[in-house]
């Protein structure tokens, strides 16, 4: 017979389980804590838009429409594709949907995103992102807040070592000026480029900027700076949010290479980069966009956000602080009496916030065996002594007990026996046996 060959799962796609999934878990719960402290509203939207969305408000010359996007015709022929980020869809849903009569709108999402790249460590293709947005303020003010709470989210996930690089782009004038500066420099060292900075030279010019290869390095290094550029007001701008950073006590550094390649980024850049995740070390960048949404043939209207990686702000999470203590129940003896104790236990333990889960069905000889293959920090054994016949609630402590979580336990059961099935605890004594300590008493039948 033919060996049905098993599914495979896709490339650069993940199944988060376990300690992982923990991790993620704990990053996204962190970001709906601190966005709400800073008012800004959750938004969810489709996985997928028209093609247009993302090529027309990314750019077509950027990497992620040229070569990342995951796009296909639908059965009715149109064209879609996965979104491959947030902001160009939050743009889209604030035209289509007149939330122009709620600017400035604080918006944040978070979910899954797509992009065709090469898989290695903290790069996927099916990967997750936090995102938050100000649309409809203009002011350096919104910037500041982004950067304020993007720090707060950082501090919050006990990740330290990351390095706020901050840089202007100018406005429209200065941006344009800046630009022709910069093609004047590569086009006289247009013989030492890479191939792919001299298509950039045509099309995307500031990305040579930061380009990794070793041959654009030194050409890119000695480009001029932006600052001789900056218009009166530009420089102002680029002032206000310094000065509102060192007053909210965020530490940045100046970086002037770093750029978002799309003509309607303004003002604002900024990346928050770590050297604990090699290559993949940008873990929340953003900036200011305020001709996005009238590239979308919407009024014009400012913009500024963030997206950061889900998966690489896990990566660096060190010390989950203090865990959940789980625990299991096993029911060993089918009386109705111990049923109905193991219902009490597993009401008790979740009450004290205890995640606790029961083994009472199927067969009673391995019910145990089942309970102890999970990652539990206590297994609760309910069952009847075979010498002297009386009742056992054994607790097992299969972990470290920094905090003390049996002896809230014990309280609890005690509460329990007398509260409940009107035993004294004094009846029941406390043992140290099978590795573990067993209370041993009489339960009224
Ligand atoms: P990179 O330079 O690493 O490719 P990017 O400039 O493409 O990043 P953005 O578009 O700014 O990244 O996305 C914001 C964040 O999303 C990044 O800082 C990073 O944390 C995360 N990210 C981007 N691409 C991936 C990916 N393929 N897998 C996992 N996380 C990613
Ligand atoms: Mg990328």
Known sequence: MARIETPRRVRGTQDIFGEEQRRFAHVLATFERVRALYFFQRVDLPVFEDTQVFARSIGETTDVVSKEMYSFPDRGGDMLTLRPEFTAGIARAYLTEGWQQYAPLRLSTSGAVFRYERPQKGRYRQFHQIDAEVIGAAEPAADVELLVMADQLLRELGIDGVTLQLNTLGDAETREAWRDALVAHFAAH?????????????????????????????????????????????????????????????????????????????????EFVTDRLGAQGTVLAGGRYDGLIGSLGGPETPGVGWAAGVERLAMLLIDLGKPLRTAAV??????????????????????????????????????????????????????????????????????????????????????LLRDRFHVDPKDWRRVAAHGGDVLLGPLPS
């Not at 600052?227 to 000065?243: N, S």
């Not at 965020?250 to 770093?258: D, G, Q």
């Open 330 to 415: 096993v029911v060993e003896e089918d009386t109705p009496a111990m049923r109905a104790l193991s219902r009490d236990i597993e009401r008790i333990l979740r009450g004290a916030e205890m995640p606790t889960v029961t083994f009472s069905e199927g067969n009673p000889k391995k019910r145990y065996d089942k309970a102890a293959r999970l990652p539990v920090d206590y297994l609760i054994n309910l069952t009847t002594d075979q010498i002297t016949g009386q009742q056992v609630i054994r607790v097992k402590r299969r972990i470290n007990d920094r905090y003390n979580t049996k002896g809230r336990i014990y309280s609890a059961l005690k509460r």
């Open 190 to 270: 247009r013989g030492d480029l890479s191939e792919d900075s001299l298509k950039r030279l045509d099309k995307n010019p500031m990305r040579i900027l930061d380009s990794k290869d070793p041959r654009d390095r030194p050409i890119a290094d000695a480009a001029p700076d932006i600052d001789a550029y900056l218009t009166p007001a530009a420089r102002g701008f680029f002032d206000a949010v310094t000065a509102g950073l060192d007053a909210a006590g965020v530490a940045w550094e100046r970086n002037a290479r770093l750029v978002r390649g799309l003509d309607y980024y303004r003002h604002t850049a900024f």
